[in-house]
């Protein structure tokens, strides 16, 4: 197929990402899951219905600046105008690297607005992950703040312009130096504003893609994932529904916020959809949150289990006031049911198990549900149209509550990843179910349980280990903080089963006492593991989940 070739580089066509087929589509809209207008002019409604509420609350907490719904409106508009006036437009890649700060949201809204393609690096990403991402997106332009955490994000950029010749512009919140200053550019875009001379805007589809996520699996290169205005707005909509999100809520970003969850389960997309403020913490350590939290009042946030263990060890200590918090949402990785069971003790607040992924599905446990359904299971598909498969190797259902792996498709779940046609043809089948890589098993209720991913398996001498199982024992160990089970090569036995532990302090765990134990709770021989290796840290992903793919590499 032909690829129309603009002075800004091939513009997206269909055979960059796969639309839902036409009889899934007129059936979502039919049953009100798409709906509405593209997500930039939503900001304008909600402008419009809560104007003077305040919308976002960002910059360092020592000097706090607030923006009224009104105000971020306006920013945002100005935005689009000095970004139109550089030669922005509808269909370009702009590859957005921006920490939790204002920028992140009037950009990403302004990006919105004109149809251009915010790309969401996350703020740990680095050379190698934003070169892939800035060449298989074709990106015409790189947004960066000018130094986050010691770290001077304009030399990065002078690597990747000099790498992937289609990134032309490069975009600066803060000190822009030799490059284009955001600031500038809304002040130059005010000022086309005033004067009627900002270029109008072209109208932007609803069914068409508003984002590029990325990918968060931790196997091979990042992939993009192409979700679009009316899928996204639901996705955000619907979550704030089950979270009985209102304006009264502070919403806290703690995780980067171009992550899926803290931008869209429900998020800043939700927050925002209800009028609610949304609280930017430049960083998610206890010391920042816990100050955010008492001072905004912050009402619900989200987090990865390591940063949830984290907050609830550093409560324990310091003893900070929470009592605004209602709602704890932890997702991204298996949450340990004793961990779950100490949130509403120390924090004060409820807990919910978010089982989510980029690609689309969400599923939740809802807030009236018992709380050791709660602690337990990772919760139930948000949508009635959500359709999930537990399948075995073959690809045919497995018997009720058995574990396979999980197939789904629905109204906010992606039919492929942007320009990866080879690996489309495997990672989704025939009739659009997306193949997770999750192995789950439907409990009561229909409440999923996460019980590892298909490659997590560790096969020592013809013995399946599984590695999720053999962590949930060793965490039940009062010696074992954290822990990461993973294979090591093993001339006998091909593969063996090695344990990474970070001890709780002041303690020592042995691999005679670890077998011992293990034994004691009645696993059998071959789950035991062969090695053990004391850390002090394990490497975590740029959303801080554990990386087994780094940990492997660093063992060797
Ligand atoms: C979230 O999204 P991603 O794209 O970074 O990662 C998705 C993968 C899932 O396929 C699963 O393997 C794992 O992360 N995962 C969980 C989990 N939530 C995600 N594994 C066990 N328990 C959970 N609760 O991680 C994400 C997206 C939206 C909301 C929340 C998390």
């Given amino acids: 197929m032909s690829r129309a070739v603009t002075d800004q580089g091939p513009a997206p066509t269909v055979d960059d990402w796969v639309p839902f087929p036409d009889a899934f589509a007129r059936r979502y809209v039919a049953e009100g899951y798409w709906q509405g207008g593209p997500l930039g002019e939503r900001l304008r409604e909600w402008a419009a219905r809560h104007g003077s509420a305040t919308a976002l609350v960002g910059g360092p907490p020592a000097a706090p600046v607030r923006l009224s719904y009104a105000e971020l409106d306006q920013g945002v508009d100005d935005l689009a105008a000095g970004l139109a006036g550089l030669g922005l437009g509808a269909g370009d890649r702009v590859l957005l690297h921006l920490p939790n700060r204002i920028e992140f949201v009037t950009l990403l809204f302004a990006l919105l607005r004109l149809g251009a393609l915010p790309v969401l690096a996350l703020p740990a990403h680095r050379r190698v992950e934003i070169e892939h991402l800035a060449r298989l997106s074709g990106a015409v332009a790189y947004a960066i703040p000018d130094t986050f955490e010691g770290f001077d994000h304009r030399r990065l950029a002078g690597e990747v312009t000099a790498a992937v010749p289609s990134v032309r512009h490069v975009l600066v919140a803060g000190e822009a130096g030799a490059y284009t200053s955001l600031a500038g550019l809304a002040a130059a875009g005010a000022a086309a504003r005033a004067t009627g001379t900002a270029p109008a805007p072209a109208a932007v589809d609803p069914a068409g893609v508003a984002v590029l996520l990325i990918s968060g699996g931790t196997t091979g290169k990042p992939k993009l994932i192409p979700r679009t205005h009316w899928d996204y707005a639901h996705n955000a909509a619907a979550s704030a529904e089950l979270c009985a999100l209102t304006g009264d809520d502070v919403y806290l970003v703690a995780l980067p916020a171009a992550h899926n969850f803290p931008l869209a389960c429900p998020g800043i997309l939700g927050a925002f959809g209800v009028g609610a403020t949304v609280v930017l913490a430049p960083s998610p350590s206890p010391e920042t949150a816990f100050e955010l939290i008492a001072r905004e009042r912050v009402t619900v946030t989200a987090l990865v289990p390591a940063l949830a263990r984290l907050w609830v060890t550093a409560a324990g200590w310091e003893g900070p006031d929470t009592t605004s918090l209602r709602l704890l949402q932890v997702g991204g990785a298996r949450l340990d049911a004793e961990l779950a069971r100490r949130v509403r003790p120390v924090l004060g607040a409820a807990v919910q ?204």
């Fill in 353 to 556: 198990q978010v089982f989510g992924m980029a690609e689309g599905l969400l599923n939740y446990t809802r807030l009236d549900d018992d709380a050791e359904v709660a602690c337990t299971t990772q919760g139930r598909p948000l949508a009635a149209a959500d359709e999930i498969r537990v399948v075995d190797r073959d690809g045919a259902d497995v018997a009720p509550g058995a574990i396979g792996e999980l197939w789904t498709r629905g109204p906010y779940t992606i039919r492929g990843y942007y320009r990866a046609a080879e690996h489309n043809a495997t990672a989704f089948t025939a009739d659009g179910y997306y193949r997770t890589g999750d192995l789950v098993r439907v409990a009561e209720g229909g409440n999923l349980v996460v019980e590892g991913r298909i490659k997590d398996v560790i096969n020592r001498g013809g013995e399946n280990v599984s590695a999720t199982e053999l962590e949930e024992h060793l965490l039940t160990h009062p010696g074992i903080a954290q822990v990461a089970v993973v294979a090591a090569g093993d001339e006998q036995i091909g593969e063996s089963v090695r344990a990474v532990v970070v001890t709780e302090p002041g303690t020592t765990v042995t691999l005679k006492g670890l077998k011992a134990y293990l034994r004691e709770r009645g696993l059998a021989r071959f789950m035991l593991p062969d090695l053990l290796t004391v850390v002090d840290a394990l490497p975590l992903t740029a959303v801080g989940k554990i990386d087994k793919r780094e940990l492997r590499r660093r063992l060797g």
